[in-house]
């Protein structure tokens, strides 16, 4: 069985992930406020929907200089080898993109969101590529070597970044709507973190510091895109942009296209 010490540092990982669909609500009505704006204010939660990711992130780089969070990440996966907790499933390769899958779902049945299907695909892309390319750009700058030892391009989890790309992006355009869409989004998002690390690909620190970075982008990208709305204010109205799967040597990303 797990002992003590795992099950407390996994429950604080799921703690971690699902506080920041609880609570980084910048865009809630008034009528469907959270604990923090309704005693806080709307920049208060504003700023924990920051600073939630960027400690998120800061745990990560801290298991290059801290033994103790590192030992952790020994101990983790050292008692799911011991308990046969390991799997091999490539699932996850393709759950990473069910909330922005679920986003696209819901424009197309009507459902309201805060940008028009064209800026939700240019916003979709401009998200992944800033996470992707922080996160390839750290994986070779560090060279963490996988749990499986398979790689050393472990650091930081970049189906875990994809994955909260993911739901970060359905919770801006649609989590106004209900609690439970952040909720389910960010859900998912975690289980594509969990598998990673039950499959023997990431260590925990890994998973912590992909899903700040893929949050931080997408919100990244939603502060930027107001302003990069008004530089092409008169883009044509023609225009259409794509976004699609690409799996090339076992990997997966994402391809956009867009025509003027």
Known sequence: MINFQIKTYLLILLSLFGVRAIYAREYES???TTIIEHFCGQKAAAIVGVAIPSLMVTYGVASFYVDGIRQ????????????????????D??????PAATAFVLKLSGVESRHKTTDMLIIYAMSNVLGGGIVYGTKTLTARERPDGSAANSFPSGHTE???VAAEFLHQEFGYHSIWISIGGYTVATMVGL???FNDRHWVSDVVAGAGIG??????????????QKAFQKKNK????????IYANGVTGLGFSYSF
């Open 30 to 32: 008034l009528s469907d």
């Open 72 to 91: 952790l990440d020994y101990d983790t996966h050292d008692e799911f080898l011991e308990d046969n907790y390991i799997w091999h499933s490539k699932a």
């Open 238 to 245: 023609n225009s259409q942009a794509f976004v699609f799967p």
């Open 195 to 197: 598998s990673r690390i």
């Open 93 to 98: 390769n393709y759950i990473q993109f069910v």
């Open 162 to 164: 994809t994955a909260f």
């Open 215 to 228: 949050i931080l982008s997408t919100k990244a990208v939603y502060w930027v895109y107001p302003h990069l």
